[in-house]
């Protein structure tokens, strides 16, 4: 069945460093994929998403390229703030049965 | 504002005494659906709801009960709580069906404990 590997974390990094939070995935057909990010004490949000192959997603300078070849959605960020802390969530679209399937996220911690 | 609600925010219970989790979204979304948060496991989808009067199981339907009988609201009962169910549980809501396209927009979560 379909399913998203996430990295394990937490992922710990200085302010203004370069991230990469790694996402494969396994699936059937053409999903469509996601990122959403949990901050401290919310619900999810949506952060960007990619619906075909070679789609790359883009917002708040996170980014993430839809890559068949190597089944990865890996979301990376150019210079992290401390406001960047939260879990992070990939997560890919079932549409056979309306789900969405997730990774286990990935919780960021952005040290000053 | 566009908003997903949930309440109560944060519950404490005791095993077999029936609870119910509300959740209402103002969007006039179609799709609406449950989702506990446990450690590692990411979000294991509950159960969902396409429209008024059609509910369906997710992954982990057992020991919860939901009904959709009004577009806007969509509870989760749980009719004899265990500790298992301890978690934090949350309801997002879509547009329509298209899990590929729409966004789901989530409520702020209810933190279940049950002893």
């Known amino acids: 069945g379909n399913s998203v590997t996430q990295m394990e974390g937490p992922v710990t990094l200085s302010e203004e460093a370069f991230l990469t939070i790694n996402c494969t995935y396994t699936?059937?057909?053409?999903?469509?994929l996601f990122w959403y990010v949990q901050y401290p004490g919310e619900g999810l949000q949506l952060l960007l998403k990619?619906?075909?192959a070679d789609d790359k997603g883009s917002n708040k300078g996170f980014e993430a390229t839809y890559r068949k070849e190597t089944t990865s959605f890996h979301l990376e960020k150019g210079s992290v703030q401390v406001s960047d802390s939260a879990v992070y969530f990939c997560?890919?679209?079932?549409?056979?049965?309306?789900?969405?399937?997730w990774g286990a996220g990935t919780k960021l911690i952005i040290k000053p | 504002e566009a908003q997903v609600t949930q309440n109560p925010r944060y519950l404490i219970t005791v095993t077999g005494k029936k609870l119910t989790v509300t959740c209402s979204q103002n969007?006039?979304?179609?799709?609406m659906s449950w989702y506990r948060q446990d450690p590692g496991l990411g979000l294991r989808q509950i159960y969902y709801?396409?429209?008024?009067?059609?509910?369906d199981k997710g992954d982990v339907p057992e020991g919860y009960k939901v009904s959709r009988k009004e577009k806007r609201n969509f509870p989760l009962i749980l009719e004899s709580p265990s500790p298992n169910q301890t978690s934090l549980y949350f309801c997002?809501?879509?547009?329509?069906?298209?899990?590929?396209?729409?966004?789901?927009?989530f409520g702020p979560g209810t933190r279940l404990t049950v002893l």
């Open positions: 699936a059937t057909g053409y999903p469509s």
């Open positions: 990619a619906t075909k």
């Open positions: 709801s396409m429209n008024v009067e059609v509910t």
């Open positions: 997002a809501s879509s547009l329509s069906l298209g899990t590929s396209t729409d966004t789901q927009y």
């Open positions: 969007m006039n979304h179609e799709y």
């Open positions: 997560a890919l679209s079932d549409d056979s049965n309306y789900q969405l399937i």
